[in-house]
């Protein structure tokens, strides 16, 4: 199975250099990139070409505005180009070294939709507090909601992700 991973970008040419890093130091390497620059106006694509990335790398262009188009397009481009097992990711994350590997792992496991949690980059801004929870290393349990005074839980539940 050949893994097509998708990467939506726009105005990222400061920092998806550290983003194209963390997916060249995937453990599985075996699977193909495609960066949709979404219109970008900073040369977030000519960072792309330039980055030096030493797998199968494909930047593709696309004007429609938004993640949901830029994501779109990409996997319509993989799967025109062969892909059966698509991967998607945001320019301003850090997959974990073994992202990929577990995204394989899953897919063989027989799953046909994985989600996982995702580690934004802070390197333009410290998050805002109720954002930097999600920004844990995937090594530390969540914490469970307290309830505004502090004494218990929220209503409502905890939230709940898959380990990816």
């Not at 998806?16 to 599985?28: E, V």
């Not at 990929?100 to 580690?119: C, E, N, P």
Request: glycine share 10%.
């Amino acid at each position: 199975m050949r893994l097509w991973v998708v990467v939506p970008a726009y105005n990222e040419a400061p920092g998806i250099t550290a983003t194209l890093r963390a997916l060249a130091a995937q453990t599985d390497r075996d699977f193909s990139l495609v960066v949709v620059d979404n219109d970008s106006t900073d040369g977030t694509a000519d960072v792309v070409r330039s980055c030096g990335f030493p797998g199968d790398l494909h930047v593709v262009h696309e004007t429609r505005k938004g993640t949901g188009a830029a994501a779109d397009t990409g996997m319509r481009y993989a799967i025109a180009h062969g892909a059966t097992h698509l991967a998607r990711t945001d320019a301003d994350c850090l997959p974990e070294p073994d992202w990929t590997a577990r995204v394989r792992a899953a897919f063989g496991d027989g799953l046909q939709l994985i989600a996982g949690r995702l580690r934004p980059r802070t390197d333009e801004a410290p998050l805002p507090p109720l954002r930097r929870g999600a920004a844990r290393p995937s090594s530390e349990p969540p914490k469970r909601p307290r309830s505004s005074d502090g004494s218990g839980p929220a209503t409502g539940g905890p939230a709940t992700s898959a380990p990816m």
